[in-house]
DNA sequence: GTATTAATGGAAAACGATTTCCGTAAGAAC
DNA sequence: GTTCTTACGGAAATCGTTTTCCATTAATAC
């Protein structure tokens, strides 16, 4: 492979001068800077990132690390969304992003983590599907040794920035809708994970509107699992006149466990996964636009390693209602 | 951080001591080899791999190349599934991915993309989802630059691998049981995309079997879209009483049609992806294990990497009927 | 024409490993 | 006790950049 030496030697210059060029220094005259480039574009020469790295202390290497909470198709959906967001923007910015899933390093402890992001010459991580539980993170966080961008929870400090929806506020945008649609009084909420903090936002949500409309409020614990679902909606669906859920999966268990009893009841999920569309039934949802949320992602971890401080990003939502001639390709 | 001087000074030994140690040389003694590892783990010292490799001229670095196909979520449940199935298997193997789309490198020139992966350092690549089209990999694989694990596709010399699943025989299989078991004569074909390899397998397949059996058979291309699919069964599914699909969702799109024109037909389909289980007819599939399709593409780049040479990797396909109750979580 | 300053390019150290080559000490043979 | 091997450990070069510092040249002012 052609080095920076070839390039010097080629062009008549110092190696120094080469790097300068480059590197977009100032004190190289417009005829150099020509020269070296017409060599560098001649020779097709590409800077060694190895090399480059190790002189300079910088490298362009980001982590997204995955929490997959489930092997369903719904998480894979989500999960794919975020890796193709994020890796084509890093692309743009010129950085380059390696994915790792937390169940890869959750027996390592936190001194090894670091260890293994630093060796690897990593300087940013972004982090999505995290929980409370996750001490890990907080220790990556709290290592000061790299930049990190969380997604859907709300850390924050001077090298930490989040990025997510309102999920408060999408929780009560879409549940007013299907109850207001539907002229509810009783509603029945299939909330998600203990420990998350989605969870406890869309909790929030849900709980602010039915005491601002006084509404009667039944919420059930429903793990994020489509069968647990169903059957918190087989067991309390008939006593109220809305199923509204904190995810589209339980969105999907709740509509079969209505199908299967026979009865009517608005339903509504959160995430706006493709799957809703083959359901065949129409359900309002919140769309989170999992790509745009990965892109703002990668583009403010590229502004904190820039030397921005870290900052809360609210991305937008949008209410709909999944049919399958929209989604059919 | 901490570097091998700092180990080297601790230990009380030369750099080139520490060195051998780490890297399993036979010439130092077993006293030395464990007072070196003791203080290796007491200051928890990881090699840094950028020096590494510039030294070295090795890296573990590879890269997975993805084409994304439709932004529908079968591709991203297929797509997610190989990206698990290679990350995981990767860092096993001390191995780090990074994931590349085509799009991001289809308006790049050859000497462009191998200029590009080879500064980063990567040293293999595994393809995932090209056709004949896609000119940038054989040249990747011409320039003898990198090792490389195709998968669906026949690709095999000195530094190249193929993994896949015999198509041929998985759609031979996966057709004669549906045809068994309802005793069709006349087949109704929705096949792929006309270049790839995987179409031509499956097509080949089909039409061995039906030559075999003398089942009339009648082939439309599909192009791998649902609503292809749909159109298609409209239009030919009266006259024929059986539908084989090259894909699942080809096959969801068939089964749609054939539910509006309120006929029956036995539908098989072919990937064994989760929404099958979200239409609510049963359907035959064949069902590619793309998480292990992936750790063993990952693999046999490893072997090659160590100076294996090319092979062809088949991997084993099962026949399903996907239930919704075995599915739910 | 000389002195001063600014602009430019080059030499060399540094980054953190690997690896070759060589010197020394320990062990074996006599 | 001397010589010859062998095993082991250390010094130093190397990988391909970046970056600091210094030397040279050109430009400007007087």
Redesign the interface.
Known sequence: ?VSIKDVAKEAGVAISTVSKVLNNYPNVSEKTRKKVMDVVDQL?F??????A??SSKK?GRVALLIR?N?S??AS??I???Y??GA??RA?ELQL??????T??IEDMTA??VT??F????IKGIIVYGMTTRDKIVKKLIDSGNFKMVVIDAPMVNRTTSSVSIDHKKAQIDIARKTIQENKCKKILYIAGEDDGYVTAERLEGIRELCAEEKLKLTVRKGHF???RA?EITMRYAKSNDCVVCASDLMA??AM?ALIDMDIFRPVCGFDG???MG???KQMNTVRQDFVKISEEAVEELGRLMQGQEGRRVLMPHTLVRIR?ED???
Request: aromatic share 6%; proline share 2%; no cysteine.
């Open positions: 492979m097709g590409v800077p060694n990132a190895m090399a790295s190790l490298t997959l489930l369903t198709q894979d959906e999960s794919m969304q890796i193709t890796v084509q692309k380059d992003v390696i994915t790792v899933f169940s890869m001194a090894e260890n293994y630093e060796s690897q010459g699992s489509e069968l169903r999907i268990g079969k996964i493709i799957l083959y359901v065949g399958y989604i059919i390709i």
